[in-house]
C-alpha cells in the first residue's frame, strides 16, 4: 500500500536558518504530494502541493519539488521564523483525487530566536 | 473561503457516556466528509469516509458501532463515540472535500476536537 516516510523530529533551528525536512513516499501510478503544517492546538493546514513529476510547490516562503526518480517531496526555505515553528506533516494522495490521504508520522519544528 | 469548523474544540466525559463532535463546512458543500484521529506525537489516522446521505466507510480495525457518523446534509457530519473510554481520548479531526469556490477536490480540514475521557 501507499506508505509516506520523513525524517524524526524534533528539529531545532536558530531563526534565519535554512530548513530542509526530508520525505519519501512509496506508491503505484502518479500521487499527488502534499505538505501541511500544523499549529499547536489547531488543525491541519494545506502549505503546498504539486500534482506531477518536476513540479514545484510554494508558499509562504516553503518549497518542495516533486521527484519521481528519488520518490521524494523534500521541504525547504531558506531563512525560517520562530512563527514557522509547527508540526510538519508529508502527505500523497493516490492518482485521479484526493479521496485517501496518507500522512507520514509528523515533523516538530522548533525555531528559537 | 473553504473553512470547516468542528464542535466543540475540546470535551471532558466520564467514562461510558456518549459524545458527539459536529464537523460544518461553512461556505461550500462538502459531498465527502473524512475523520481522522490522531494520537500524541503521531500522525493522524483515517478512520472513516462518509458521503452525504450514504453510510460511511470505515476503516479496517475501527470499530463502526463505537464511531458512529452521521453525513445527513452537505454541510454537516457528526461523529458520536459511544460509550467512551480512557482509551478514546484523543485528537479527533475532520477534513471536507467538495466542488465549490475552491479547487475541486481538494481536502479541507477542521480544526479538531480533544476528547479527554475520565
Known amino acids: 500500500g501507499d506508505s509516506v516516510t520523513q525524517m524524526e523530529g524534533p528539529v531545532t533551528l536558530s531563526e534565519e536558518a535554512f530548513l530542509t525536512i526530508n520525505c519519501t513516499y512509496t506508491?503505484?501510478?502518479?500521487?499527488?504530494l502534499f505538505w501541511y503544517v500544523q499549529y499547536p492546538g489547531e488543525g491541519l493546514q494545506l502549505l503546498l502541493k504539486a500534482t506531477k513529476a518536476d513540479d514545484k510547490g510554494s508558499n509562504k516562503g516553503f518549497e518542495a519539488t516533486y521527484r519521481k526518480e528519488t520518490t521524494s517531496f523534500h521541504l525547504e526555505k531558506g531563512s525560517v521564523q520562530v512563527s514557522d515553528s509547527a508540526v510538519y506533516f508529508c502527505a500523497l494522495a493516490p492518482s485521479g483525487g484526493y479521496q485517501k490521504v496518507t500522512f507520514g508520522t509528523g515533523t516538530k519544528l522548533q525555531v528559537i530566536p | 473561503g473553504a473553512v470547516v469548523s468542528q464542535h466543540p474544540s475540546w470535551v471532558i466525559c466520564k467514562s461510558g457516556t456518549s459524545v458527539k463532535i459536529e464537523c460544518r463546512s461553512l461556505?461550500?458543500?462538502?459531498?465527502?466528509m473524512f475523520w481522522y484521529r490522531q494520537f500524541p506525537k503521531q500522525s493522524l489516522m483515517l478512520m472513516a469516509t462518509s458521503n452525504e446521505g450514504s453510510k460511511a466507510t470505515y476503516e479496517q480495525g475501527v470499530e463502526k458501532d463505537k464511531f458512529l457518523i452521521n453525513h445527513a446534509s452537505l454541510t454537516l457530519s457528526t461523529l458520536t463515540v459511544t460509550s467512551a473510554h480512557p482509551e478514546d481520548s484523543s485528537f479527533y479531526i475532520c477534513?471536507?472535500?467538495?466542488?465549490?469556490?475552491?479547487?475541486?477536490?481538494?481536502?479541507?480540514f477542521g480544526p479538531g476536537t480533544r476528547l479527554t475521557v475520565l
Open positions: 506508491a503505484t501510478g502518479y500521487p499527488s
Open positions: 477534513s471536507a472535500r467538495g466542488f465549490g469556490r475552491r479547487p475541486r477536490n481538494e481536502q479541507f
Open positions: 461556505d461550500f458543500q462538502a459531498t465527502t
